[in-house]
T-cell receptor, first 110, second 114 residues
Framework: TQLLEQSPQFLSIQEGENLTVYCNSSSVFSSLQWYRQEPGEGPVLLVTVVTGGEVKKLKRLTFQFGDARKDSSLHITAAQPGDTGLYLCAGALTGNQFYFGTGTSLTVIP | DAGVIQSPRHEVTEMGQEVTLRCKPISGHNSLFWYRQTMMRGLELLIYFNNNVPIDDSGMPEDRFSAKMPNASFSTLKIQPSEPRDSAVYFC????????????FGQGTRLTVV
């Protein structure tokens, strides 16, 4: 069983639409990260959140860590084709040992 | 810095053969991770080294899998004997010392066992 479940698994939207990706667990994490992975490449870090209830913004991307530090969400405003990729959340129970979620594959259609 | 370097990028081998995947972490990084990625199971943590010492290998699927880190600049993941179900993309990642640090991934090795 996966420690972190992401939803939806697949998402296809039109350019300009908004979307939210969810990352859920029954475990409490010391920190949580979001990565984006493009075909043929390794994941690349987008953000790290460490405090329950924390909200971080990265241009059109908004990341939130749940109050209980068991879940997180990623909201993208006015999606663009360049946002296409696999979005992965990763949680650390302790230290730097991160466990990755199941992933959300996003396609933004021009 | 060239980033995390993995070799080979692609490997096709026959069932029963030994496969060795190689990783050169970013210089100065103290932590090294091996992950396996498949469509069915996503990105799974196989083993984690800190200062060249294996800290957690609970993700290693079977005794057929072994990993070593003889020094701070090199690690290997070996599968012997390989099976078709081992087909996946294997990633190596490294991170610096400290908490909440970023993991830098290599480009991965796509392994196909036929």
């Amino acid at each position: 069983t996966q420690l972190l479940e992401q939803s939806p698994q697949f998402l296809s939207i039109q350019e300009g639409e908004n979307l939210t990706v969810y990352c859920n667990s029954s475990s409490v994490f010391s920190s949580l990260q979001w990565y984006r992975q493009e075909p043929g490449e390794g994941p690349v870090l987008l953000v790290t959140v460490v405090t329950g209830g924390e909200v971080k913004k990265l241009k059109r991307l908004t990341f939130q860590f749940g109050d209980a530090r068991k879940d997180s969400s990623l909201h993208i405003t006015a999606a663009q084709p360049g946002d296409t990729g696999l979005y992965l959340c990763a949680g650390a129970l302790t230290g730097n040992q991160f466990y990755f979620g199941t992933g959300t594959s996003l396609t933004v259609i021009p | 810095d060239a980033g995390v370097i993995q070799s080979p990028r692609h490997e096709v081998t026959e069932m029963g053969q030994e496969v060795t995947l190689r990783c050169k972490p970013i210089s100065g990084h103290n932590s090294l991770f091996w992950y396996r990625q498949t469509m069915m199971r996503g990105l799974e943590l196989l083993i984690y080294f800190n200062n060249n010492v294996p800290i957690d290998d609970s993700g290693m699927p079977e005794d057929r899998f072994s990993a070593k880190m003889p020094n701070a600049s090199f690690s290997t993941l070996k599968i012997q004997p390989s099976e078709p179900r081992d087909s996946a993309v294997y990633f190596c990642a490294s991170s610096p010392t400290g908490v909440f640090t970023e993991a830098f991934f290599g480009q991965g090795t796509r392994l196909t066992v036929v």
